[in-house]
C-alpha cells in the first residue's frame, strides 16, 4: 500500500434500500478506475463485492464488502453493504469504520424503509452523509417528487449537486448546479434555479462568509468555497445530492467527483477518545497514539478469521505488540492485509485513516479497540427470533456449536445461547430471511446441515407484589443429614431503579450488604443478624437464588425485575452444607415467589411498516388484531407511508408473509426491541400449561 496523504483519502460506505443498485455502483466505479479488469454483474453471478455463494445464489449483499481505488488524486476505501434489514447489523458495524455514507436511492422505488434506518444510522455514527439516485435510466421516474420527497423529509440541508439529462431511456447525462455550465438543455430541473439555495446552504457553515454573501452579494473563491462544502457536509448544513445510473455507466465519474469534492477524509470527521477519565480529540497523525477499530469480522471459507481494522492515530505494523480491550495483555499482529473484496494482500504498515484487515488474530473481534484508548461503544440492535438447532446428523453437536460460534463472531446481531431447560442450542437473529442465510452458510461453509423446531421467544418471568415465606431443607438418611433453612421476603424491583436508593430507602434497616445481578436486574440484601445463618453459606444461598432467576419458576424463563432479603434462617452443627442452603434457597424462592402475584412478561417490540398509501388502513386494522399499538404514520415518499407501532414479538414473528400477501410485494418493514411488558392472561395460562419446571423439593 503506497502511502497516502490522510487528506488524500475517501473512505465510504455506500449503504440504502435493497435493490438500490449500491452493489452494481460499486463494481462500476472499481472497473471505470481500472482498479479491476472485469465485466462484473450481480445477475450474472459475477460480482466483485458480491462474492459468497449465498449472495451469489440470492442476487443481493448479505455481507459487507471493503474494496480500493483511486481516482482523481484521491485514496478510495469503499463498502458496499447489504440493503435488506435483516442484515442491518453489517451495515451499522461499517459505519464506524468510515468517513461518509453514501445513502443509495432507487430512483423507481423512491424512499424506502431502510434508506430511512441508514440515514438515521450514519447521523449517529457521526459521519457525513450524501444522497446518490440511482437508476434514473428506469421507468416510471417521477424526479421532482423524489427530490421533493427527500427535502420534506430530512430538511432543506438536501440540496442536488448536480440535476440529470433526461431520464429514464433518454437519461444521457447529468449537469452541475455547483458550476453550471452555458448548455444546460434536457436538464428536469434548472440548474441556475438550484444554485443560490446550494450556495447558501454551504456558506451557512462560515457566518463570516455568510454575512458578506448577504450584504455583498460576494461568494468566496472556488478555493473556500471547496473548504465550505467539506465543513458543510461535516456539520450536516448540507447533504449533497448527486444522480446517476450506475448499470448505463451515466454520472458514475460525476459521482466520484463529488465524493472527491465533498466526501469527507480522516482529518475532516470529528471525533473523541477517553483516556483515563479524560475526553480527548482524535487526530488522525501518524506520531500519535495508536487508536483503531475493529470494525466488522469475517471468516473465509478457508476458516481464516479477518478482523477489519479502522486507524484513526497513529501507525499499525505487522508484528507489533499492541493492546486490545478484548484481551488481558497485549495482543501481537500478525501481517496486515490489504483487501480487495474476497483477495488479500500483505502490507507492513498502515496509517490513520487507513483500512485494512489482520489474519488469524483470535483475540480481536468486533468491537476490539487497538490501544491504550476508549472509544464510544459500538451499538447494534437486539435480535429478537430465535430457533432451537440440532444437527440432522448425530455425533454433530461439537461440530455444530464450532460453526455457529463462527457466526456469531462475524454478525453481532446473532447470538447462540443454551436452553437452561432445554438444554437446546438456541440461536437469534433479527428475521426469518437472516437464520435462513445463516442456515445455507452453515451448509455451504461447515458442511452442515441443521433441523429447527418453532422460533423460540425470550419471554420473562417477574412478580407484581411483595411476599416472604421460608423453607426449611432437611434430610436424614443414615449418617450426616442435611438441613438448611431460609427465610426471604421478596418484592418487585422496577427496572431503571437504583439498586442502593432502592435498599437505603427500603425497609432493610439491618441490611448487611446487598448484591446487584444487571441481566436480570435483580438485588438480594443479607441483612441476617446474630449468626443465624453462618457467612460462609451466604454464596451457597447465592447460587440457589441464581438457579431459579435462570431456570424460572411458573413456566421456565429468565427471572428479572426482582428484590429479594434473606432476614432470618437456621442451621445445624452437623447437618448443615452448602448444598442443603442452596437447596433451601432455591425453594424458598419458588414458593414466595410463586405467593407474589408472579406473571409472564414478553418482548414488545417497536415496529415500522412502509406500505402504499392505499393499504395504511389495512395495516392499522391488522395491527390492533395482533394486539399491537398504533402509534401514527409518516408520509416515506412516492406515494406511500409508514406506519409505526408497537406490538408484540410472538405476533409479528412471521410478520413478512402478511405483509407480501396484504401489499402485492409492495410493503416492507423492520423491528426494533423495545421493552418488555405484562402479557395477556389467557397467553400466559396457555405457556403455563405447555411449561413444566422441574421441582427441586428432594434435591
Request: a negative charge; proline letters at 5%.
Given at each position: 500500500m503506497a502511502k497516502v496523504k490522510v487528506e488524500d483519502i475517501r473512505n465510504v460506505a455506500f449503504c440504502g434500500h435493497g435493490s438500490a443498485g449500491k452493489t452494481t455502483l460499486v463494481d462500476g466505479a472499481l472497473v471505470k478506475t481500472g482498479a479491476v479488469n472485469a465485466n462484473p454483474s450481480v445477475?450474472?453471478?459475477?460480482?466483485?463485492?458480491?462474492?459468497?455463494?449465498?449472495?451469489?445464489?440470492?442476487?443481493?449483499?448479505v455481507e459487507a464488502s471493503v474494496v480500493h481505488f483511486e481516482h482523481g488524486g484521491k485514496r478510495f476505501n469503499a463498502v458496499d453493504t447489504p440493503g435488506y434489514p435483516d442484515f442491518i447489523g453489517q451495515t451499522i458495524g461499517v459505519l464506524y469504520g468510515v468517513d461518509t455514507a453514501a445513502i443509495v436511492i432507487n430512483a423507481q422505488s423512491g424512499i424506502e424503509v431502510n434508506t430511512r434506518r441508514v440515514f438515521d444510522e450514519a447521523g449517529k455514527a457521526g459521519v457525513g452523509r450524501m444522497i446518490v439516485i440511482n437508476k434514473m435510466d428506469g421507468d416510471n421516474i417521477d424526479f421532482a417528487a423524489?427530490?421533493?420527497?427527500?427535502?420534506?423529509?430530512?430538511?432543506?440541508?438536501?440540496?442536488?449537486?448536480?440535476?440529470?439529462?433526461?431520464?429514464?431511456?433518454?437519461?444521457?447525462?447529468?449537469?452541475?448546479?455547483?458550476?453550471?455550465?452555458?448548455?444546460?438543455?434536457?436538464?428536469?430541473?434548472?440548474?441556475?434555479?438550484?444554485?443560490?439555495?446550494?450556495?447558501?446552504?454551504?456558506?451557512?457553515?462560515?457566518?463570516?462568509?455568510?454575512?458578506?454573501?448577504?450584504?455583498?452579494?460576494?461568494?468566496?473563491?472556488?478555493?473556500?468555497l471547496s473548504k465550505l462544502i467539506v465543513r458543510a457536509v461535516a456539520e450536516g448544513s448540507l447533504v449533497p445530492i448527486v444522480c446517476c445510473s450506475a448499470k448505463a455507466d451515466v454520472g458514475v465519474t460525476e459521482l466520484l467527483d463529488a465524493i472527491n469534492m465533498c466526501g469527507l477524509s480522516p482529518a475532516d470527521v470529528s471525533r473523541t477518545a477517553t483516556e483515563g477519565d479524560e475526553e480527548v480529540e482524535i487526530k488522525p497523525?501518524?506520531?500519535?497514539?495508536?487508536?483503531?477499530?475493529?470494525?466488522?469480522?469475517?471468516?473465509?471459507?478457508?476458516?481464516?478469521?479477518?478482523?477489519?481494522?479502522r486507524i484513526f492515530s497513529g501507525q499499525l505494523k505487522k508484528d507489533a505488540q499492541v493492546a486490545a480491550s478484548s484481551a488481558r495483555k497485549g495482543v501481537k499482529m500478525g501481517p496486515l492485509l490489504e483487501v480487495q473484496a474476497e483477495a488479500t494482500s500483505a502490507i507492513d504498515a498502515a496509517g490513520p485513516g487507513e483500512i485494512v484487515a489482520v489474519a488469524k488474530m483470535e483475540d480481536l473481534h468486533t468491537g476490539t479497540i487497538l490501544g491504550e484508548h476508549t472509544l464510544p461503544e459500538?451499538?447494534?440492535?437486539?435480535?429478537?427470533?430465535?430457533l432451537a438447532v440440532t444437527p440432522k446428523s448425530r455425533g454433530d453437536e461439537t461440530k455444530l456449536s464450532g460453526a455457529l460460534h463462527k457466526v456469531v463472531e462475524e454478525d453481532p446481531t446473532f447470538k447462540l445461547?443454551?436452553?437452561?431447560?432445554?438444554?437446546?442450542?438456541?440461536?437469534?437473529?433479527m428475521s426469518e430471511l437472516h437464520l435462513t442465510v445463516i442456515r445455507e452458510r452453515l451448509v455451504r461453509r461447515d458442511k452442515l446441515e441443521v433441523e429447527t423446531r418453532e422460533p423460540k421467544i425470550p419471554f420473562r418471568e417477574t412478580i407484581q407484589s411483595p411476599a416472604d415465606g421460608s423453607y426449611r431443607h432437611k434430610k436424614q438418611s443414615g449418617g450426616r443429614g442435611q438441613f438448611g433453612e431460609v427465610h426471604i421476603r421478596m418484592w418487585p424491583f422496577p427496572r431503571g431503579t437504583d439498586p442502593e436508593e432502592f435498599c437505603v430507602k427500603s425497609r432493610f434497616a439491618s441490611m448487611k450488604t446487598f448484591h446487584y445481578n444487571d441481566v436480570?436486574?435483580?438485588?438480594?440484601?443479607?441483612?441476617?443478624?446474630?449468626?443465624?445463618?453462618?457467612?460462609?453459606?451466604?454464596?451457597?444461598?447465592?447460587?440457589?437464588?441464581?438457579?431459579?432467576?435462570?431456570?424460572?419458576?411458573?413456566?421456565?424463563?429468565?427471572?428479572?425485575?426482582?428484590?429479594?432479603?434473606?432476614?432470618?434462617?437456621?442451621?445445624?452443627?452437623?447437618?448443615?452444607?452448602?448444598?442443603?442452603?442452596?437447596t433451601a434457597a432455591r425453594n424458598a424462592f419458588r414458593d414466595v415467589f410463586e405467593k407474589a402475584r408472579p406473571c409472564l412478561l414478553e418482548p414488545?417490540?417497536?415496529?415500522?411498516?412502509?406500505?402504499?398509501?392505499?393499504?395504511?388502513?389495512?395495516?392499522?386494522?391488522?395491527?390492533?388484531?395482533?394486539?399491537?399499538?398504533v402509534q401514527g404514520a409518516d408520509t416515506a415518499g412516492g406515494n406511500m407511508q409508514t406506519v409505526n407501532?408497537?406490538?408484540?414479538?410472538?405476533?409479528?414473528?412471521?410478520?413478512?408473509?402478511?405483509?407480501?400477501?396484504?401489499?402485492?410485494?409492495?410493503?416492507?418493514?423492520?423491528?426494533?426491541?423495545s421493552h418488555y411488558d405484562v402479557m395477556p392472561s389467557n397467553i400466559q395460562q396457555e405457556i403455563m400449561a405447555k411449561s413444566k419446571v422441574r421441582d427441586d423439593d428432594d434435591d
Open positions: 445477475d450474472d453471478g459475477t460480482s466483485i463485492c458480491d462474492f459468497d455463494q449465498e449472495e451469489k445464489d440470492h442476487k443481493y449483499s423524489l427530490v421533493n420527497d427527500i427535502r420534506e423529509l430530512w430538511g432543506p440541508q438536501c440540496v442536488l449537486l448536480n440535476v440529470p439529462v433526461g431520464q429514464g431511456a433518454d437519461f444521457k447525462g447529468v449537469v452541475s448546479t455547483l458550476k453550471v455550465p452555458d448548455d444546460t438543455s434536457g436538464a428536469l430541473m434548472d440548474p441556475s434555479e438550484i444554485n443560490g439555495p446550494l450556495v447558501e446552504q454551504i456558506i451557512e457553515a462560515d457566518e463570516e462568509a455568510m454575512m458578506v454573501y448577504l450584504e455583498e452579494a460576494t461568494l468566496p473563491s472556488d478555493d473556500a497523525d501518524a506520531d500519535g497514539p495508536l487508536i483503531a477499530r475493529i470494525f466488522k469480522t469475517r471468516i473465509d471459507p478457508f476458516v481464516q478469521k479477518l478482523s477489519f481494522i459500538m451499538k447494534f440492535p437486539t435480535p429478537m427470533v430465535g445461547d443454551r436452553d437452561a431447560q432445554t438444554k437446546e442450542l438456541v440461536v437469534t437473529g436480570h436486574n435483580f438485588v438480594w440484601v443479607d441483612s441476617i443478624v446474630g449468626g443465624v445463618i453462618p457467612g460462609n453459606f451466604l454464596p451457597a444461598i447465592a447460587k440457589g437464588f441464581q438457579e431459579r432467576l435462570v431456570g424460572g419458576v411458573i413456566a421456565g424463563h429468565m427471572v428479572q425485575d426482582v428484590c429479594v432479603e434473606v432476614h432470618f434462617g437456621k442451621f445445624h452443627d452437623v447437618d448443615s452444607s452448602e448444598a442443603a442452603f442452596k414488545i417490540v417497536k415496529i415500522a411498516v412502509t406500505v402504499p398509501e392505499a393499504n395504511v388502513g389495512d395495516v392499522y386494522s391488522d395491527m390492533s388484531s395482533r394486539g399491537g399499538r407501532a408497537e406490538a408484540p414479538l410472538r405476533e409479528v414473528m412471521t410478520y413478512s408473509r402478511t405483509l407480501s400477501s396484504m401489499t402485492g410485494g409492495q410493503g416492507s418493514y423492520n423491528m426494533e426491541f
